[in-house]
Every structure is written in C-alpha cells, then in structure tokens.
C-alpha cells in the first residue's frame, strides 16, 4: 500500500530533469501556450510551410477542456513556464493527440519525447489502448518523429468518419493531405 501511494506521488510530480520538468497543465498556463505553439511552429518556414507560423493556435476554450480532462501536459522550465505542451481527446476508441508542441529553443532536447511518453504512461493508466495524431508524413520532426517512438501509418478509411472528417477540415485549413497521414500507437 505504501509503496502504491509512492509510485502514485512520484507519477504525479512527474518527470523532472536539470531543464525541464513535465507536469499536469493548470489554467493559469493556458494563455501561455500560444507562445509555445507559435515558437515551435517557426521551424516550418525552413520548409516553405510558413502559413502554419502565421496561422491560428489552438483555441484557449479548447486547451482548458483538455486541462479540465486531465489531457494537457506541459513542460517547464526551472522558473515554471511552459516550454512545451502536449494535449489530445478522445476520438473514435483512441486517445487522438491535438497538438504537441515546443518552443524552438528547448526542440532537440528530449522535451516533446518526454511529454509524450508522460502522455502515453497517462493515458494507458485511465484504459486507452491507442493513440492516434495527424502529422506530416516525411518531414523529419513529423511522421518520422513518431514512428521512431512506435507510430505507424494507418489508412484514414480504416480508422471511421470521424478521422475522414478531422483530414477534410485540414484540408480546409490549407493543409495539403497528399503529405498528411494518420498514425497510431497500441498501447
């Protein structure tokens, strides 16, 4: 019993390195991760895909709904400010990831592989057995990215309507979806 109520503080406390440290979100965070997300988008200006720099970040109602779900997790740095974030929903049986992001100075340093294995430990603990995310598929810090931490392509068709539905609204949001793909995770 002792031992469980260990683990279980140690799991909340999170993970916690010299640089950063990943925890839960809380509410005062939010109006923080548009810098978050919009520093990390800066790298697709190297690849002519600086509209995803310019565009929308995610709505802040939508962020709080994953905060209140216990599905946001951000990355700090040694002062407590969020240098990354990851956050997903349910979606057809799977956990599907909505966004992942982290400022570009802190990218390359472990911190989006760390909020995703927080994120996977997490959510295999509430039941998931999957966990899906739309992403690029060859740019480098995209599907290559993920298939490196156990993702794979999967069909978009096999996956239901509601993955169809998410591919055709980036399409309407100008990403291409001949370079998009579906991946998922078994957990």
Request: charged share 20%; aromatic share 10%; proline share 3%.
């Amino acid at each position: 019993m002792a031992a469980a109520a260990v683990q279980q503080r140690e799991s909340e406390s999170l993970k916690q390195t010299a640089e950063y440290s990943i925890r839960r979100a809380h509410s005062w965070d939010i109006p923080l991760l548009e810098y978050v997300e919009r520093s990390a988008a800066e790298i697709f200006r190297t690849v002519d895909l600086g509209f995803l720099a310019d565009g929308d970040t995610l709505d802040p109602a939508a962020l709080q709904a994953m905060a209140h779900a216990n599905h946001l997790w951000v990355a700090t740095n040694r002062f407590d400010q969020p240098i990354g974030f990851a956050g997903g929903e349910y979606l057809s049986g799977n956990f599907h990831i909505v966004e992942i992001s982290v400022a570009k100075e802190f990218q390359g340093k472990g911190v989006g592989k760390a909020l995703m294995t927080t994120m996977v430990e997490h959510i295999t603990r509430e039941g998931y057995k999957s966990v899906t995310l739309t992403t690029y598929r060859t740019l480098p810090w995209n599907g290559p990215w993920y298939s490196r931490l156990g993702f794979y392509e999967v069909n978009p068709h096999d996956m239901g309507r509601d993955y169809l539905d998410l591919l055709a609204s980036e399409a309407q949001h100008g990403l291409d979806v001949r370079s998009r793909c579906v991946m998922r995770k078994i957990l």
